[in-house]
């Protein structure tokens, strides 16, 4: 997928079919492999609040779109029928009657467990864990080393993320039980160092 002059376009291999959102389009797309799904935020008018756009990978892609009356919505993830997203730096779930916020503070990023009970964030290039209802925040890396853009893996055990503790933009999996890491992939190239990590259906592969 891309964003490209306000429009989001997305092409699917699989089905070889292509469908394109002409509206506001903000942030980047976000794959949701446990229910092929890829969310984004945009803004129906340049004055509305952000919506968060969600295409169904069918046969026949289809975009639908949620109201968050938020107007500051970035990298939007659903889980479980739950929308989380970033809002100003804060963590939100998005829930009736009324959303919540997890997270108060400056997250630059973060993901949600498959089954929606723990969120991994990074604040100040280091990884912290939270419940997604707000309790037992824990810092998880302390390093003079940056660590950013971590991803659970699917089953929930291990996170995967991008550190320079080594080099920038080595690739890095976390098992959550035993806080031990090890590194997945060293790029040969430092003229293409990753920006951001994502991870397949069955993580076999990141």
């Known amino acids: 997928g891309s964003l490209a002059s306000g429009e989001t376009s997305l092409i699917t291999s699989r089905h070889r079919s292509f469908t394109s959102f002409g509206s506001q389009a903000e942030s980047v797309l976000h794959y949701n492999p446990y229910n092929h799904e890829v969310t984004f935020s945009y803004k129906p008018t340049p004055t509305s609040d952000r919506w ?94 940056a660590n950013w853009a971590a991803v659970w893996r699917p089953d929930g055990r291990a996170i995967v993320f991008l550190s320079d503790r080594e080099n920038p933009g080595y690739v890095h999996e976390m098992d959550i039980r035993t806080r031990r890491v090890r590194t997945l992939v060293r790029p040969t190239d430092p003229g293409r160092i990753p920006g951001f990590v994502r991870r397949t259906p069955l993580g076999a592969h990141e």
Do not use: C, H
């Open 52 to 145: 968060v756009g969600t295409v169904s990978l069918s046969a026949t892609p289809t975009v639908t779109g949620t109201d968050t009356n938020d107007s500051s919505v970035l990298y939007p993830q659903w889980r479980n029928g739950t929308l989380y997203y970033l809002s100003g730096g804060s963590v939100v779930r998005m829930g009736k009657p009324f959303s919540a916020t997890i997270y108060a503070g400056f997250a630059e990023s973060f993901d949600t467990t498959p089954d929606g009970t723990q969120i991994v964030m990074t604040v100040a290039k280091q990884l912290w864990l939270i419940n997604s209802d707000g309790s037992n925040r824990e810092q998880i890396t302390n390093t003079s080393a």
